[in-house]
């Protein structure tokens, strides 16, 4: 943004972190990212990002990463100052901060000369949408607010300091009503006959407000709740993780529709390439045109199903730049552990895009049409932000007869099924259909996941946060990974894959089981019928399972221990047999 810088924050975080609608504090300020149409122009500067299998599925050219720029030129994130109400320590004034003379400059009392507080308290709804809270409407019991910004209605607001309660934050007006605290404002139903949703998208800029029907729902501003990120990523896997594809990434504009191949390629002076044959070039970009005329299926499934067959399948190292590097590692000692497949993936990047965010609710199926939108219908750009990881990890596959044969016993259906019910009861409150059914499959290979990462943070030398699982379970499917989760403060460290080079993966994974047999919290969690969010979980707990937000990928739901080592009263039904 031109004009002078306010704050920072790393890359990845605005992905994850601090994305488009979500609010920043900086110092004493409060900012909310703006959208993507206000962003700064792509620039020789910035570096882009390319996956085609996630650019066929969003319909963009390319992703970029959130640019980083002092130059005025180029720009940076655009922010605007949000929440719009502010609040004087000195003379308690509470109003918008147009109405203390407040510019681009450190917002600041023009009577009292003192720093103005962002209001700490915003509304929120499902559908998105943000605005201020509604002081006025709070403190005059719904009343209309068209007034509230006269000399009859100059609204006040004191912490009277008695403690931290809301109880202690009072609420006056010049008007002569009685006072009112915050006490009860946060409460699931409080705006209820107060307030109606305004419908706002401030980060749309001064687009006009949606009708909206959402009950809003007061919240901290610094709330997890007030803003989640959707994203959505993908293993770059052949043939699109080889150096002869990277290198046609970057002339795929002049070499899209050239009618004669290798006279452009001799233009671009190609022709003679260190690495790659001029032959090698012509049969890459005819691939890649092959691929953009096709009807693919971009679906979750197949992407997950295409990345499933790479990782079953020998990927050597090859000279040039490569971004998949996957060799299988033979274990007769994982097979007593029905592990029928290791590999190796020693080197694998990974692309996560933003693809848009949710509010008061973490995104999940059951309410993808809640997903607000990170530009305005009439300004799509032609990319998405995106960053990209580049790390390694262990990709392990369960014998699929065995797993067919345990998830077959009436016990272990009759264990899972108070989960599936629960998952079909989130959908049916959005009167959706479940878009899958949840297997016992899933389930235990989810919480082997959870178990593995937790042993591996002890062995690996990274810590929980910085592993990830992906997870490869549907009946054709029966495999999870492990990997490097970031590239910034772990790296790369070779750490995962020694603990298959190492000779002691079936003794970890054993440990790791065994671990799962036993919890603080038991016997409580192990009885529990069911817990965690929506009651999708049974046997799970901060104390065994549950793992960093940033490591599950279903959100530490979908958990039970008990179908890794069984129950006391049924050592049975469990997968896995540790004598």
């Not at 029905?338 to 020693?346: E, F």
């Not at 995104?363 to 219908?377: D, G, I, R, T, V």
């Not at 038991?522 to 069911?530: A, F, G, M, V, W």
């Amino acid at each position: 943004m031109k004009g002078r810088p306010i704050g920072g924050v790393r890359r990845a975080q605005l992905i994850t972190t601090y994305g488009v609608g979500s609010l920043i504090a900086v110092d004493s300020e409060s900012f909310m990212v703006a959208g993507l149409d206000r962003w700064p122009e792509l620039g020789p500067f910035d570096q882009t990002i390319n996956e085609r299998r996630l650019e066929r599925k969003f319909g963009v050219s390319c992703f970029r990463l959130p640019p980083a720029s002092d130059s005025d030129k180029y720009g940076d994130i655009p922010v605007i100052r949000f929440p719009e109400v502010q609040s004087c320590p000195g003379c308690n004034r509470l109003a918008r901060a147009k109405f203390f003379g407040v510019t681009r400059g450190p917002a600041k009392c023009r009577e009292c000369d003192r720093e103005l507080v962002p209001s700490r308290f915003v509304v929120c709804c499902a559908a998105g949408h943000i605005d201020d809270f509604p002081y006025f409407r709070w403190l005059h019991k719904g009343g209309d607010s068209k007034g509230d910004d006269s000399r009859r209605h100059e609204l006040r607001l004191k912490a009277i300091g008695r403690s931290a309660s809301l109880g202690d934050i009072e609420i006056s007006c010049s008007c002569g009503v009685r006072s009112v605290t915050m006490e009860g404002a946060l409460s699931k139903g409080a705006l209820k006959g107060v307030s109606d949703c305004t419908g706002r998208r401030p980060w749309l800029g001064n687009i006009p407000a949606e009708h909206c029907e959402e009950l809003p729902r007061a919240m901290q501003r610094g709330a997890s709740g007030v803003w989640f990120s959707d994203v959505d990523s993908a293993l770059s896997i052949p043939p699109w993780s080889e150096g002869v594809q990277q290198l046609v990434n970057r002339y795929w504009k002049s070499l899209k529709k050239a009618p004669d191949l290798r006279d452009r390629l001799e233009e671009l002076e190609l022709d003679n390439h260190r690495l790659f044959s001029i032959e090698e070039i012509i049969q890459a970009v005819e691939r890649r045109r092959q691929e953009d005329a096709g009807l693919t299926d971009t679906s979750e499934a197949a992407l997950r199903f295409d990345e499933y067959q790479a990782l079953t399948r020998t990927t050597e190292e090859r000279p040039g730049k490569q971004d998949f590097v996957c060799v299988p590692w033979p274990d007769e000692s994982a097979a007593e552990l029905a592990i029928d497949t290791v590999m190796r993936v020693k080197r694998l990047r990974e692309v996560r895009v933003l693809k848009g965010f949710t509010r008061l609710a973490a995104p999940s199926p059951a309410n993808s049409k809640q997903q607000a939108s990170l530009y305005s219908p009439e300004n799509r750009p032609d990319w998405l932000p995106a960053i990209e990881v580049i790390g390694e990890g262990v990709f392990l596959r369960l014998d699929p007869t065995r797993l067919a044969a345990w998830e077959s016993r009436l016990q272990v259906l009759e264990r899972v099924a108070p989960i599936s019910s629960a998952y079909r009861d989130r959908f049916t409150r959005f009167d959706l259909v479940p878009d899958r059914e949840i297997a016992p499959r899933l389930v235990m290979i989810h919480t082997l996941a959870h178990a593995i990462i937790n042993e591996w943070s002890l062995d690996s030398g990274y810590p929980a946060a910085s592993l990830r699982e992906r997870l490869y379970v549907s009946e054709e499917m029966s495999g999870l990974l492990v990997y490097t989760a970031t590239s910034d403060s772990a790296g790369s460290l070779g750490g995962i894959v020694a603990q298959v080079e190492s000779g002691n993966l079936a003794s970890s994974v054993r440990r790791a089981i065994d671990r799962m047999s036993w919890c603080s919290a038991d016997p409580l969690c192990i009885e529990s019928d069911t817990s965690g969010v929506d009651n999708l979980n049974r046997a799970a707990c901060h104390s065994c399972v549950l793992l960093p937000e940033t490591s599950c990928e279903e959100f530490n739901t979908l958990l039970d221990r008990a179908l890794l080592c069984g129950i006391p009263e049924d050592p049975g039904l469990g997968f896995f047999t540790l004598d």
